[in-house]
């Protein structure tokens, strides 16, 4: 079985400082490791995707996430946030030659204060 | 492109009654999956469609839920008879084939509550 754990229900951050959004997963394999954004009222988008090679994966608007296999966390991070960032993150994870079910996690609202 | 689209947006059923929720993937997208977040929860698998198989139905709650994809082209979900716990957020998504590891296209989802 597959899962994903985001252990915050809730990330605050202030405009302009760097934020990070926590995942972890589990899998019975190599994983691949998804981003979704999701505005109010709009459907998920893809913001990146881990599925093999460098680690640190870059993705739109300037996200970028770190693989940790050792830790199996799969981190969202920005430098600089904006209050546009603002919306509810989801992260996801598939096994890698498996059926592509990708499982999600419960989401995390961020709120970026101005 | 049109994207994935769903209707309807929010639907508003008495307890018993019967309810069909409908999903138009991206043109040429095999793959067509259904989700549904309860308030707060996780996004939780329902089914996945090959074209017009059903590949993996694992997460269907119950037999009160019905979903096929006649043609390999739109899919629809039905809830009969809906039950209160059935209230959420349904979500449609599509993925090509052509990539293994290709992200999902949702739609914006539609909204069931049940009174």
């Known amino acids: 079985a597959q899962s994903v754990a985001q252990p915050e229900d809730q990330v605050n951050v202030a405009e302009g400082n760097p934020l990070t959004v926590k995942c972890t997963y589990s899998?019975?394999?190599?994983?691949?490791l998804f981003w979704y954004v999701q505005y109010p009222n709009r459907g998920l988008q893809f913001l990146l995707k881990y599925i093999t090679g460098d680690n640190l994966v870059k993705g739109s608007y300037g996200f970028e996430a770190e693989f940790n296999k050792s830790q199996t966390s799969f981190h969202l991070k920005k430098p600089s946030a904006l209050v546009s960032d603002s919306a509810l993150y989801f992260c996801a994870v598939t096994l890698s030659g498996g059926s592509y079910i990708p499982t999600f996690g419960r989401g995390t609202s961020l709120i970026v204060h101005p | 492109e049109a994207g994935v689209t769903q209707f309807p947006s929010h639907s508003v059923i008495e307890k018993g009654q019967t309810v069909t929720l409908r999903c138009d993937p991206i043109s040429g997208h095999d793959n067509l999956y259904w989700y549904r977040r309860v308030m707060g929860k996780e996004i939780k698998f329902l089914l996945h469609?090959?074209?017009?198989?059903?590949?993996?139905e694992s997460g269907m709650p119950n037999n009160r839920f019905l979903a096929e994809r006649t043609g390999g082209t739109y899919s629809t979900l039905k809830v009969q008879p809906a039950e209160l716990e059935d209230s959420g957020v349904y979500f449609c998504?599509?993925?090509?084939?052509?990539?293994?590891?290709?992200?999902?296209?949702f739609g914006e989802g539609s909204r069931l509550t049940v009174l």
């Open positions: 998504a599509s993925r090509s084939t052509v990539s293994n590891t290709g992200e999902l296209f």
């Open positions: 899998v019975s394999g190599n994983p691949y």
């Open positions: 469609f090959v074209k017009e198989s059903k590949q993996d």
